[in-house]
């Protein structure tokens, strides 16, 4: 029988957290089936998910669980479920988190399934357990299960922007980066281009995935920063043009750019307009037909993507501040 998944999704934004899982999804198990979509929480079909790359990957996912029940968002259905739970006679902690608009109290969830595995022979331990169960309430339903990984969000905090030995106004966070990189469905040993690369933060993030990295831009000093950062990982840096990208046809299987905002947009093309056609344009000739490209602008510039020859497949927004949304497209050669 093929085992379900559920993955825990973060709130941060309401539509990158179920792409990114879907993208990990394609990427670490031979096929998924999904079963259920509720508020942050996907429910798959799975066959021989990887749960070592998929840990490795995690960005708006903070934890995935193996199901062993699915039960009503009510206290006797969840005690129902959890009599007909199986486990090995290990010590076991029981924590429950309660996602977007559930009334479900967490700790009355965790007290009643405790109560029954305690009923059942089963020993708790809070401080050193050899299996962790959770519970997931939804608003409608509860996900009981075994945890099986969770996101380093240590890591991601210690890579804020302004935390690494380069920093430069405006850089987008670890964890939105690092989402962005898993929509380009990228696998681990291949190569990923950002023709915009600015401080590295895209290719920190797929170098920590094993990913190689080929990052661009106009700015010598810039590259130079962005090397501090990317210290120790599988990553070339050039300084280059990105309307003129130095690099032989469909050699790059996917990229991943944030393009500049305001006056160093203007650094070698005469408009915003020109610098990210053109750009478009070279990364569609170095892409390997079929793979994809995660671009972001703040403006929504369909036209530009579609003219280069690109599919967009996906539109994500974000709103940064007042005078600031990006327009994040998940597009396919």
């Not at 009334?103 to 399934?113: A, D, R, W």
């Not at 997931?136 to 075994?146: A, M, S």
């Not at 690092?178 to 929509?183: E, F, P």
Request: charged share 25%; glycine share 8%.
């Amino acid at each position: 029988m093929t085992p379900l998944y559920a993955f825990e999704l973060s709130g941060e934004h309401p539509t990158l957290p179920l792409s990114e899982a879907q993208a990990l999804l394609e990427i670490c198990s031979d096929r998924y089936e999904v079963r259920h979509i509720w508020e942050r929480c996907l429910v798959v079909e799975a066959s021989n998910l990887n749960l070592a790359t998929l840990k490795s990957r995690l960005g708006m996912t903070h934890r995935v669980i193996q199901v062993l029940a699915l039960a009503k968002a009510d206290l006797d259905s969840v005690a129902e479920a959890a009599k007909d739970i199986s486990i090995p006679q290990l010590r076991y902690r029981m924590r429950a988190k309660r996602l977007g608009n559930s009334t479900l109290p967490s700790n009355q969830v965790e007290q009643k399934v405790g109560a029954i595995f305690w009923g059942r022979g089963y020993r708790a331990d809070l401080n050193d357990p050899e299996v962790d169960l959770r519970a997931i309430i939804t608003k409608d339903q509860v996900v009981l299960g075994q945890e099986m990984i969770a996101a380093d969000r240590r890591g991601f905090r210690s890579r804020r922007p302004h935390l690494k030995p380069f920093f430069h106004p405006g850089t987008m966070g670890a964890k939105l980066a690092r989402a962005l990189v898993n929509l380009s469905q990228v696998p681990a040993g291949d190569w990923l281009l950002d023709p915009l690369s600015g401080t590295g933060g895209f290719l920190v993030e797929a170098g920590l995935m094993n990913i190689k990295g080929i990052g661009l831009d106009v700015q010598e000093e810039i590259v130079r920063g962005a090397k501090a950062n990317l210290q120790g990982l599988n990553c070339q840096l050039m300084v280059g043009d990105a309307m003129n990208i130095p690099l032989r046809d469909e050699s790059v299987e996917g990229a991943v750019s944030d393009a500049p905002y305001g006056r160093s947009a203007l650094v070698k093309a005469g408009s915003r307009d020109e610098l990210v056609g053109r750009c478009l344009e070279e990364v569609y000739r170095v892409l390997i037909s079929g793979r994809k490209m995660v671009f972001v602008d703040d403006r929504p510039i369909e036209h530009l993507i579609e003219d280069s020859g690109f599919d967009v497949l996906e539109l994500h927004k974000e709103r940064v501040h007042r005078s600031l949304t990006r327009h994040i497209f998940v597009c396919k050669k």
